[in-house]
Structure formats: structure tokens, C-alpha cells
């Protein structure tokens, strides 16, 4: 049965033009063509991208952040209470007043001191800007990066400049070798992101990024295995353009650089509008729509392609919805925070700030601090979608 289910899923009127077969993507006549094979690599390759993270944070990153006048977020710590802390790793963190009511009984305290310890150990949870800081690093480095490869493998190709050139002697075009590496290294980079999503700061569009991630994975695949690298390599491009301009600005805003912030935040709505919302759908979009039909008839990996880059441009639809917001408040003088940022947390902070300022006075040299010296920044949180790509996404 999985012979019988592996072969109608590699069924050639599935995934190729009429006329053509999977035989005609064999390697002959110095012809190398993607294989799907090929993409096996990518997973010890996205271990790699998790260990090289982990060293760049914790050698490269920490020690920008402290020269930049960020330090580690001292939090009060919940007292060690064995009824609550069971409520709460396998029940709720935010408990309703009925259950609250109940654990203040069992555990022999005040409603109010109940609240209390559920607000410190929520605190205790909630990722400080340190954190933010390395891993904004960690994604502007891969992003710079990969921008710039992506220009040196694309600057002197045809289809760089002219996209009716994707679709030429399609899809007996011979890949090249530094096609194949910007493929591996950006699905790679997006693996690691899935795998590290559980350990990540987690913002309201989680289940975007989950999305975005999860699609561009399967466009990178599924152009990959058919051989629409040509388009593939565009279309990564255009998203690695903004990204790299997002995760500047929020380092420089998690450094209260708050002029710097402002520019690039402000530059960045510029590429992101342009590079997303004009050139991905009104140049790329187009190019595969169009285009291909001009050279044999619609099949459906034609239309499966498609969809999912209209997938792709929901999501830059509604990170541009954020977008628009923040630059309102931004001309109104009223933007404190990313519209990202969760507002139920940063209000509990301000309540937990009150209650326990007497005690929080003891800790030496003021580190302990709370999300509200981020609300004082020029964008607090400031953190436009990862894929505002974030996107990258690539994709």
C-alpha cells in the first residue's frame, strides 16, 4: 500500500506539464537537475543553524547587548508553593476568580496574595529584552547574509531582470551551484526556526509565523523538486529585502537608540510595502500565473504553486494591517508598544510593579525591572512580523 500511495503521490500529471515525465529531470548531457533527495540535507543542516545560534548568543550577541547598556531582567521570584505550582504547569497560568478563590482556601492564603504569586510567576516566564535582543542578532546576521548572496547569485541572471526568463527551456534548465546553496541554507534557516518556535519569544501572530514558516517550507520543496528554482531565488529575495531592516530596527530600539529605531522602522515600511505588497504579487505572482500557461496548459501543481503564494500574500496583508497601525499611532504621537505585544501582560506588569515596589527597592542597582521600561522606548517591544518575512520570510 505505501508503494501504491508513493507512487500516486509522485504521479507525473500531478506535479509536471503534459508531455513531460520525471524522467526528463534525469541528469544527462551536463544537465544537473534538483532532486528531491537533495533536500534530506537540510535537516542536520538546521541542527547546525541551532548550534551556530546558540554560540553566536551566547558569545557574540550577549556581549553587544551589555555594551549596549542591556542587561539581564531581575524578576521576584514566586515563593515555592507546591499547590499553585501544579495549577499552574498543568492548568491555566491565568486562572479564572472561581479557581482562585478555591486555591486561596487550600493553600491557607489571601485572594490577593493567590494573585500575587500567579503574576510573579508569569513574570518570572515572560522573556526579558536581553533575549530579544540576541535573538533579533541571530535573524538580522542570517538575513544580511542571505540578502547579500542572494544578490551575488542573482545579480547577472537573466530572469534577475526580465521574469519571462524564469519560464525559458522550462523545465530543462541546469541548476546551479549557487542556487543549490541558497535553497539549502534558506529552508535550513527555516527549519531551525520551527524547531526553536517552542523556546522562542511567542508574540499574538504565532499562529502566522507557525504558517508562514510551515508555507514557505513547502514552496521552497515543492519549487525545488519541479524545478522552479528560478522563481524560488526571486521570490527570497524580495523577502530577505525587508528583514533585514525590520530586525535593525528592533535592535537598535531594544538599545533605546530611539532616532536609529525611528529611521529604520520607517525605512523598513517603505521596503516592506514596496518589495511585498507590489513588487511579490504585481511582478512574481504574475510571473507564475501568467506566464507558464503561455507554454503548456494549467496542470495542477500550476495551481498548488500558486495558491500557496497567495497564502503567502494574506499574511503580508495583514503584517501590513500591524504596519499601518503602528505608523498612525507613530504620526500621532501615541505608539508605546508593538501591536504585536500582548497588552493583558504588559497591564498585569504595571499591577505587579505597584504592589511589590517596596521589595523590588531592595534588589541592588535597580535590576529589577519589569516590561514597562520597554513601553517607555520609542516602540517599545517594537518587533514587525519575523518573517515580516519574518518572512522571510523567504517566503
Not at 23 to 46: F, I, N, Q
Request: hydrophobic share 45%; net charge negative.
Amino acid at each position: 500500500m505505501f508503494d501504491t500511495l508513493y507512487e500516486w503521490f509522485w504521479w507525473d500529471r500531478i506535479w509536471l506539464p503534459v508531455n513531460l515525465t520525471w524522467s526528463d529531470l534525469e541528469d544527462r548531457d551536463g544537465r544537473v537537475y534538483a532532486k528531491a533527495s537533495h533536500l534530506y540535507v537540510t535537516v542536520p543542516y538546521a541542527f547546525a543553524f541551532l548550534f551556530v545560534r546558540y554560540l553566536f548568543e551566547r558569545w557574540i550577541a550577549t556581549p553587544l547587548a551589555v555594551s549596549a547598556g542591556i542587561q539581564q531582567r531581575v524578576h521576584l521570584k514566586a515563593e515555592d508553593n507546591p499547590i499553585l505550582e501544579a495549577y499552574y504547569t498543568t492548568h491555566y497560568r491565568n486562572p479564572v476568580q472561581a479557581d482562585i478563590d478555591g486555591l486561596s482556601k487550600k493553600c491557607s492564603l489571601s485572594v490577593r496574595q493567590v494573585q500575587r504569586w500567579f503574576r510573579r510567576r508569569r513574570s518570572q516566564d515572560r522573556p526579558g529584552v536581553l533575549k530579544k535582543f540576541r535573538e533579533a542578532s541571530w535573524r538580522f546576521v542570517f538575513y544580511l547574509s542571505a540578502f547579500i548572496g542572494g544578490i551575488i547569485a542573482l545579480y547577472d541572471k537573466e530572469w534577475f531582470y526580465d521574469t519571462r526568463e524564469v519560464w525559458t527551456d522550462f523545465p530543462r534548465q541546469s541548476m546551479l551551484e549557487s542556487q543549490y546553496w541558497y535553497y539549502v541554507l534558506e529552508m535550513s534557516f527555516y527549519g531551525s526556526l520551527l524547531f526553536s518556535v517552542a523556546f522562542d519569544v511567542k508574540r499574538k501572530d504565532f499562529k502566522e509565523q507557525i504558517i508562514h514558516h510551515l508555507a514557505t517550507l513547502v514552496l521552497l520543496s515543492f519549487s525545488w523538486c519541479v524545478n522552479y528554482i528560478r522563481i524560488g531565488t526571486l521570490v527570497m529575495l524580495v523577502h530577505d529585502a525587508s528583514d533585514v531592516l525590520m530586525e535593525s530596527a528592533k535592535l537598535f530600539n531594544y538599545a533605546k537608540w530611539e532616532k536609529t529605531c525611528k529611521t529604520l522602522f520607517v525605512l523598513f515600511a517603505i521596503v516592506f510595502m514596496v518589495t511585498r505588497l507590489i513588487i511579490y504579487p504585481f511582478w512574481l505572482i504574475h510571473c507564475t500565473w501568467v506566464y507558464p500557461i503561455q507554454h503548456y496548459p494549467a496542470f495542477f501543481g500550476y495551481y498548488f504553486f500558486n495558491v500557496m503564494l497567495v497564502v503567502l500574500l494574506c499574511l503580508h496583508m495583514f503584517w501590513a494591517y500591524l504596519i499601518l497601525c503602528m505608523i498612525r499611532k507613530f504620526v500621532t504621537g501615541t505608539l508605546i508598544k508593538d501591536e504585536r505585544s500582548d497588552n493583558e501582560e504588559e497591564e498585569e506588569e504595571e499591577s505587579s510593579l505597584t504592589e511589590d515596589s517596596e521589595e523590588q527597592h531592595k534588589l541592588s542597582n535597580g535590576l529589577a525591572v519589569d516590561e514597562k521600561e520597554d513601553k517607555n522606548s520609542c516602540f517599545g517591544c517594537l518587533s514587525p512580523p519575523e518573517n515580516i518575512c519574518r518572512s522571510k520570510t523567504v517566503y
